[in-house]
């Protein structure tokens, strides 16, 4: 099992910057693949950013050159910096972390970007 604790998320004007962290515990061995998705309410939860254990990374093209996923592996960490925020990043962000091909997920920390 992993488990996962989400923080960094807030209320902040639109043009701000947040930077979301994600702590992955319990048995971490095995983790590949970290990363973010968020949902809106009555909408489906959609991928924001991945990053492999090598550090290669994909993003969704609305979050592409504003937003920036990181991991740092001996903490088992993941980070998403968020700059150039837009009202429509208001969500639910959620991190991902696959074990030996199982997801697992955090319960969620909410972003709010106001106009």
């Known amino acids: 099992q992993v488990q996962l604790v989400e923080s960094g998320g807030g209320l902040v004007q639109a043009g701000g910057s947040l930077r979301l962290s994600c702590a992955a515990s319990?048995?971490?061995?095995?983790?590949?693949?970290m990363g973010w998705y968020r949902q809106v309410p009555g909408k489906q939860r959609d991928l924001v950013a991945t990053?492999?254990?090598?550090?290669?990374?994909n993003y969704a093209d609305s979050v592409k050159g504003r937003f920036t996923i990181s991991r740092d592996n001996a903490k088992n960490m993941v980070y998403l910096q968020m700059n150039s925020l837009k009202p429509e990043d208001t969500a639910v962000y959620y991190c991902?972390?696959?074990?030996?091909?199982?997801?697992?997920w955090g319960k969620g920390t909410l972003v709010t970007v106001s106009s």
């Open positions: 990053i492999t254990s090598g550090g290669s990374t």
């Open positions: 319990g048995s971490s061995f095995g983790i590949n693949a």
């Open positions: 991902n972390v696959r074990r030996l091909g199982v997801p697992y």
